[in-house]
């Protein structure tokens, strides 16, 4: 496994949360959605424009944008 950024995981490609870098509000906020370490994460796929990723986690898909997902690290699983 490697750890890489929420931001730069590719379509389908699946891992856990390692840690979320984020503090006050904003930390707060991603961590109210659910998205707390050791919580396993598949992103489903990006807008046109690559902003924003939708990701599912804990049976249920949501919605983040890049500058989000920056806060994010996940460890994650190589696509073939």
Aim: no cysteine.
């Amino acid at each position: 496994m490697a750890t890489m950024l929420l931001r730069h995981m590719a379509p389908n490609q699946a891992g856990v949360i390692v840690k979320v870098k984020a503090t006050g509000e904003l930390g707060r906020r991603i961590r109210d959605m659910g998205l707390v370490p050791g919580t396993p994460i598949q992103v489903q796929g990006r807008a046109p424009l690559k902003d924003p990723v939708a990701v599912r986690v804990r049976q249920f898909t949501l919605t983040l944008r890049n500058n989000e997902a920056d806060y994010i690290l996940v460890d994650v699983e190589k696509i073939p």
